[in-house]
Nanobody, 124 residues
Framework: QVQLVESGGGLVQAGGSLRLSCAASGRTFSSYAMGWFRQAPGKEREFVAAISRSGANTYYTGSVKGRFTISRDNAKNTLYLQMNSLKPEDTAVYYC?????????????????WGQGTQVTVSS
């Protein structure tokens, strides 16, 4: 089991930057692939980015590619999401998640553990 706590959210103007962090408890952080998701008001949760256990491979949804960077520091048990060139459409609660299972036919991870979320608000 792993507990996840997000931080770093806040209010920023369009074009600005934020860096989200996700602190993981326990000693097995490097055993999990990790992901970031977001949920905007009135909308369903959507995938944002994922990173493999070693950090060698990253994946992004098209709307954030080139603007957001997912990274991890396994020595610090921490996941990051650097968000640049923020747009009002990025406004959402951002969640980090830990995955233990790869689903080959779906070409994605199954996420087993979730944080509580951190609010990101981008004003125009």
């Amino acid at each position: 089991q792993v507990q996840l706590v997000e931080s770093g959210g806040g209010l920023v103007q369009a074009g600005g930057s934020l860096r989200l962090s996700c602190a993981a408890s326990g000693r097995t952080f490097s055993s999990y692939a990790m992901g970031w998701f977001r949920q905007a008001p009135g909308k369903e949760r959507e995938f944002v980015a994922a990173i493999s256990r070693s950090g060698a491979n990253t994946y992004y949804t098209g709307s954030v590619k080139g603007r957001f960077t997912i990274s991890r520091d396994n020595a610090k048990n921490t996941l990051y999401l650097q968000m640049n060139s923020l747009k009002p459409e990025d406004t959402a609660v951002y969640y980090c998640a830990a995955a233990t299972t790869w689903i080959p036919l779906a070409d994605r991870y199954k996420y087993d553990y979730w944080g509580q979320g951190t609010q990101v608000t981008v004003s125009s």
